[in-house]
């Protein structure tokens, strides 16, 4: 057995966080060798609710399960993080504009970025769930100066694997069969599910798919799954997005084998000339606990447009919280 490592998760008494710790304490996102410390975060009114998730968490007797820390405090949360998963944010609630939703996570965000600065391992590995989560990532970077930006991204790993799932029912393969997936940009309805590059048992996606259903039909409901789940469930989608993160941890810290991979990161130095101060989803392959960029992919006019549209809106979201970073 190898020594534990420290895992942080926020809004852990929400729902998506229902799914995810039970997982990570399973052994489903660092492996079955791989013991861990849970340290759980919520606001000081849902620590009633948390202590039900310990107790049950308890009641698992999980094998992997090293320590559990429940508290309202972040300092104490992220203290000597190995991972974070930050899934709790401010829900838009009625009459809320999208600036306001980003002005009260900004909050949040901050905060939690300055706690990490202070207290967490300095190799962290960081993932942004809660919404708007590029932005979202953004401030969290931006208040932890310390750590390498390279160490902070955002999730897109479920706009990833919904297409994959998408494609795959289409042409009627499975979707481990899909391969070379690009999904660029915000995780938000201008989201840009590339099938350019992709392919199926080896083939072309675009041969064996036509145009207009990919342009009418696949990127518009990739684009709205999320608002389809919620009128479909009557809340946001949360196993599906639990198991996302677990998938974008689980390649990070493993490896994703040679597959590409989505994930919003720092776009510094990005090679498709997409603003450099921003959380962009590129197409990814992960070795060595290190994420590398996929670079030189061709980009056609169409999706050069798609990949503009995504920028400008997240450079949009970015001057809305300026004041704060
Ligand atoms: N990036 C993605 O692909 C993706 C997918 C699905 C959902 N989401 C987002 O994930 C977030 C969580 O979704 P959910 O369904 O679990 O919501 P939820 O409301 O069930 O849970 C959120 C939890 O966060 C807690 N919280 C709020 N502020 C906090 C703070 N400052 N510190 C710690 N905890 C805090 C709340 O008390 C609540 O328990 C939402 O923003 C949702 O939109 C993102
Ligand atoms: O919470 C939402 O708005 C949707 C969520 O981000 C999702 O993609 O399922």
């Known amino acids: 057995m190898k020594s534990p490592v420290r895992v942080a998760i926020t809004g852990a008494a929400g729902q998506i966080s229902y799914s995810l710790i039970f997982r990570i304490a399973a052994g489903d996102m660092l492996g079955p060798d791989q013991p861990v410390v849970l340290q759980l975060l919520e606001i000081t009114p849902a620590m009633g609710a948390l202590n039900g998730v310990v107790m049950e968490l308890n009641d698992c007797a999980f094998p992997l399960v090293a320590g559990i820390v429940a508290t309202d405090d972040p300092n104490v949360a992220f203290k000597d993080a190995d991972f ?11 009459g809320m504009e999208r600036s306001d939703l980003l002005q009260a996570n900004a909050a949040i965000f901050s905060v939690q970025g300055k706690a990490m600065n202070a207290h967490a391992n300095r190799n962290i590995k ?26 902070i991204t955002s999730m897109m790993r479920l706009d990833h694997n919904r297409s994959l799932s998408q494609i795959a029912a289409k042409v009627g393969s499975h979707c481990t069969k899909v391969e070379k997936m690009v999904v ?12 350019s590059h992709a392919t199926v048992d080896g083939k072309p996606v675009v041969d064996l798919v036509d145009n207009d259903w990919y342009v009418k039909e696949f990127i518009p409901v ?23 993160a677990i998938d974008h941890m689980r390649s990070w810290a493993l490896g994703s084998s040679g597959q590409w991979v989505s994930m919003g990161v720092y776009s510094a130095g990005n090679s498709y000339g997409i603003d450099e101060d921003i ?6 392959t992960c070795e060595n606990g290190e994420w590398q960029e996929i670079k030189g992919l061709a980009v056609s006019d169409f999706a050069r447009g798609m990949m503009t549209a995504t920028e400008q809106e997240l450079v949009s979201e970015r001057d809305a919280i300026a004041h704060l970073l």
């Open 126 to 151: 960081v993932l942004i769930v809660g919404n708007p989560a590029n932005t979202n990532a953004l401030i969290t970077l931006k208040n932890a100066p310390d750590l390498n930006p390279r160490n």
């Open 84 to 94: 974070a998963i930050l899934v709790g944010a401010r829900p838009r609630g009625p």
């Open 222 to 244: 990739v684009q709205q799954r999320g608002a389809a789940i919620i009128k479909a469930r009557g809340a946001s989608s949360a196993a599906s997005a639990a198991s996302a």
């Open 279 to 284: 959380m962009y989803a590129l197409p990814i």
């Open 184 to 195: 660029w940009g915000n995780h938000s309805a201008t989201q840009f599910p590339d099938i």
